[in-house]
């Protein structure tokens, strides 16, 4: 069965600033898809950004960005500049090809501060 | 975009008593939805999952009886807790699919049993 790990239950920066959340995942499949979801305090669940594996670029969204490391299976989110609204639970997500079910890490919460 | 109407945001029940909870797609058909439960401040924990005219898959440890899902048609699909009782409350979360489409989440709907 996958796995998703985020080693990181809570982060505060300054607004502006750069943070990188972390993620590992755990999978014996070579075809699959990663995500990073945002969960504001309302908990409106909001895709930020996906990265299908076979692909070897990073995928970028404005500021938000990954670090795809496939061999090492490691999925880590960049957020530049970041902004109060950036202030939200953040959830790695796995889904193998193929498959209908989303597997999600535990959440890290990301708080900016002003 | 997609959107994924649920209803209600949130219920209070007496104890022993059923409760519905909605989940439409307005704007596409959505051949499978998905159920979650969200303790505080944890991740999603997927319940069942659930296509258009078929009876619901449900995770180990999901009692069937208890958690009763109908997907009727390509746009709802409801939650019903049955005989609901203070550890049944929780944030219930709902999602659809559209064949070969991504995830968009409901809103969620907190619910409280008393």
């Known amino acids: 069965a996958q796995t998703v790990t985020q080693s990181q239950p809570e982060m505060s920066v300054q607004e502006a600033e750069t943070v990188t959340l972390s993620c590992t995942y755990d999978?014996?499949?070579?075809?699959?898809?990663l995500f990073w979801y945002k969960q504001p305090p309302s908990r409106q669940m909001i895709l930020v950004i996906r990265q299908e594996a076979y692909k070897q670029q990073n995928a970028t969204e404005n500021r938000f960005s990954v670090n795809f490391q496939k061999a090492a299976k490691s999925f880590s989110l960049k957020i530049s500049d970041s902004q109060l609204g950036d202030t939200a639970m953040y959830f790695c997500a796995f889904m193998k090809q193929g498959a209908q079910k989303l597997v999600f890490g535990q959440g890290t919460r990301l708080t900016i501060n002003p | 975009g997609a959107v994924v109407s649920q209803h209600p945001s949130w219920v209070i029940c007496k104890s022993g008593t059923s409760v519905k909870i909605e989940c439409r797609s307005l704007d596409f058909q959505a051949t499978t939805m998905f159920w979650y439960r969200q303790f505080p401040k944890q991740s999603l924990m997927l319940m069942a999952t659930?296509?258009?005219?078929?009876?619901?898959?449900?995770e180990q440890g999901v009692e069937k009886d208890k958690f009763l899902i109908n997907h009727a048609s390509l746009t709802l699909s409801t939650l019903t807790v049955t005989s609901a009782h203070p550890e049944d409350s929780s944030f219930y979360i709902c999602?659809?699919?559209?064949?070969?489409?991504?995830?968009?989440f409901g809103s969620g709907t907190r619910l409280t049993v008393v």
């Open positions: 999978t014996s499949e070579s075809n699959y898809y």
């Open positions: 659930s296509n258009e005219g078929s009876k619901a898959t449900y």
């Open positions: 999602s659809a699919r559209a064949e070969g489409g991504g995830y968009t």
